[in-house]
């Protein structure tokens, strides 16, 4: 079993020291929980928040690779012993000198062992002003299982999923700022992406309002047959559950959906372009 605990928080705007203080606490009282998680995972945007403003700023709102909101990250992982899917963070990429909505991965010592970058912007939000999206759709190997990573408007892209899905993935973990009145999208798209790849998807959306609006909450933690095992609602809260892989397979081996593909059908009728 893999025990999960979700940071459903209300992110003050362009307030980072007053999130990194929310965050600690949030550490603190998810890892004094009876079950102990193996994984904390945080929302999109969750030192800065959200606002199609800031897509016109962004030099003025991005990190570096190794600024504020991360290091606060690495200490907390370090400090719990715990796996961090660290939201998401607008950065400034070495490699490129390009700004992404990159979610950082941490092991349980503190270092940054994956990253994936939102691949899906937002443009009616102006997300794809200044921000450059993703170019990898890998799967992170661990001891606790095999991951893919999604952002918020991605989860509308089942061409990702399905990806994640083929490379091995046993599960889909979500950082999100999704916002009200959607919730009836937000639980029907996760739990969509849940069933049609036979694995679990672990998804954790933040509360509150912003100058953009107010955001619904619910995240989520949802077995291969659609089963919600947990659901937070729209105040914060930290929303804790497990799961178990062991169950993959026997699910796939009920259902043989991935043995009665047809890609090269779906191919010649030019569907993967």
């Not at 209300?10 to 307030?15: F, G």
């Not at 939102?118 to 190997?141: Q, V, W």
Request: charged residues 25%; negative net charge.
């Amino acid at each position: 079993m893999i025990n999960f605990a979700l940071l459903q928080t209300d992110i003050k705007y362009c307030d980072p020291e007053y999130n990194f203080e929310k965050i600690k606490k949030m550490f603190k009282e998810a890892m004094d929980n009876e079950k102990k998680p193996d994984i904390i995972v945080i929302p999109e945007d969750w030192s800065y928040g959200f606002s199609d403003k800031m897509y016109h700023d962004m030099d003025n709102f991005c990190e570096e690779e190794n600024g504020p909101s991360i290091s606060v990250l690495k200490k907390l992982a370090k400090e719990y012993n715990v796996w961090v899917v660290g939201g998401s963070i607008s950065t400034r990429h070495s490699r490129d000198n390009k700004i992404r909505n990159t979610t950082f991965i941490l092991n349980n010592k503190g270092e940054i062992v994956f990253d994936y970058s939102k691949m899906h912007l937002y443009s009616d939000m102006d997300e794809n002003f200044m921000i450059e999206p993703g170019d990898k759709a890998e799967i992170l190997e661990t001891e606790l299982g095999k991951f893919g990573f999604m952002i918020c408007y991605d989860i509308r892209f089942c061409e990702l999923s399905r990806i994640y899905a083929l490379k091995g993935a046993q599960a889909i973990i979500v950082t999100s700022n999704f916002p009200n009145p959607r919730v009836n999208h937000w639980k029907t798209l996760l739990t969509a992406r849940a069933i049609e790849n036979q694995l679990f998807v672990i998804a954790c959306n933040r509360v509150g309002e912003s100058p953009m609006g107010s955001y619904c909450g619910h995240s989520l933690i949802i077995d291969p047959w659609g089963n919600i095992i947990a659901e937070g609602g729209e105040r914060e809260e930290i929303i804790y559950g497990s799961i178990d892989l062991s169950i993959i397979d026997e699910i796939r081996n009920t259902i043989h959906m991935f043995r009665d593909r047809h890609p090269n059908f779906y191919e010649k009728e030019g569907l993967l372009k």
